[in-house]
């Protein structure tokens, strides 16, 4: 299992749709967000390949200004 930290940054006025969007997503929770467009979410999946796959998913959200990975962990034994 691969579990990351994500920040992501949304332009302020996208911040409900955004975190709307993410929400709707399997594997992605979101954990506080700010009127200053910072949402902070995590995400797991089975394999690296998919944990790539969704990075680039929620950068490509509209209104996402920028999704950056803070923090990564594999655990094999989940």
């Known amino acids: 299992m ?5 920040l992501v940054q949304a332009h302020p006025k996208n911040i409900t749709s955004v975190c709307d969007a993410l929400v709707d997503m ?3 929770e979101v954990h506080a967000s700010n009127e200053a467009g910072k949402i902070v979410v995590t995400i ?4 690296n390949a998919q ?7 929620l950068q490509n959200i509209p209104g996402v200004l920028a999704a950056s990975m803070v923090y990564h962990q594999f655990d094999d034994a989940m």
Do not use: A, T, W
């Not at 691969?2 to 994500?6: A, L, T």
């Open 2 to 6: 691969n579990i990351s930290g994500i």
């Open 26 to 28: 399997e594997g992605v």
């Open 44 to 47: 797991e999946q089975e394999n």
């Open 51 to 57: 944990m790539s796959d969704m990075l680039l998913s």
